[in-house]
């Protein structure tokens, strides 16, 4: 069963980098068919794709995000990073590590970290 | 950039009754269309893909149709545990991939 786990600080100053890491169980980041990704979720809003990363080191971005956003893997660990610099209050959310099929849809989500951009 | 507008925003229906959802694509998308499900606090959960298929362990009250721009997600017989968020969101053209902004599905 694949589990994809969030991790990293739940509060942010403003300016600063948001930092987070998902770890992968129960199956490899190596496989071919996979991308994996980032998605967001302001507190009462709808659902924002940040980006996605193929095991290779291949990453897609949105483009509002690009010039402050990036994403690492590291297949010896089997987890991917999110960086996001230059944060703001606009940047507080609830952040979703995700499998992406084939780079087409979300197969698989982890539960979410609260992520408060804050002084 | 594929927007997509869903409909309604809000919608009443009694337990045991049919809820049909809308989702509107700005530019054709072919059946590029994933539709989720995302409880109070939850993550969403995949429901339906390629507009019209089950993911795993949907209970086949859920079906999806639609091509090209305009999409439906039915529920049939609806349960207690049905009543929550549901998204759409296309991978026909991305980046980036884009989602609606959801229906939120309220008992009558």
């Known amino acids: 069963q694949l589990q994809l786990q969030e991790s990293g600080p739940g509060l942010v100053k403003p300016s600063e980098t948001l930092s987070l890491t998902c770890d992968v169980f129960?199956?490899?980041?190596?496989?071919?068919?996979?991308?994996w990704g980032w998605i967001r979720q302001p507190p009462g809003k709808g659902l924002e794709w940040i980006g996605n990363i193929y095991y290779s080191g291949i990453t897609h971005y949105d483009p509002s995000l690009k010039s402050r956003v990036n994403i690492a893997i590291d297949t010896s660990k089997n987890n991917f990073s999110l960086r996001l610099t230059a944060v703001t209050a606009a940047d507080t959310a609830v952040y979703y590590c995700?499998?992406?099929?084939?780079?087409?849809?979300?197969?698989?989500w982890g539960q979410g970290t609260l992520v408060t951009v804050s002084s | 950039e594929i927007v997509l507008t869903q409909s309604p925003a809000t919608l009443s229906v009694s337990p045991g009754d049919r809820a049909t959802l809308f989702c509107r694509a700005s530019?054709?998308?072919?059946?590029?269309l994933a539709w989720y499900q995302q409880r109070p606090g939850q993550a969403p959960r995949l429901l339906i893909y390629g507009a019209s298929t089950r993911a795993t362990g949907i209970p086949a009250r859920f079906s999806g149709s639609g091509f090209g721009t305009d999409f439906t997600l039915t529920i049939s017989s609806l349960q207690s545990e049905d009543f929550v968020v549901y998204y759409c969101q296309q991978y026909n053209q991305w980046p980036p991939y884009t989602f609606g902004q959801g229906t939120k599905l309220e008992i009558k």
């Open positions: 530019q054709s998308i072919s059946s590029n």
């Open positions: 995700v499998r992406v099929r084939s780079g087409s849809y979300f197969e698989h």
């Open positions: 129960g199956g490899s980041i190596s496989i071919t068919s996979y991308f």
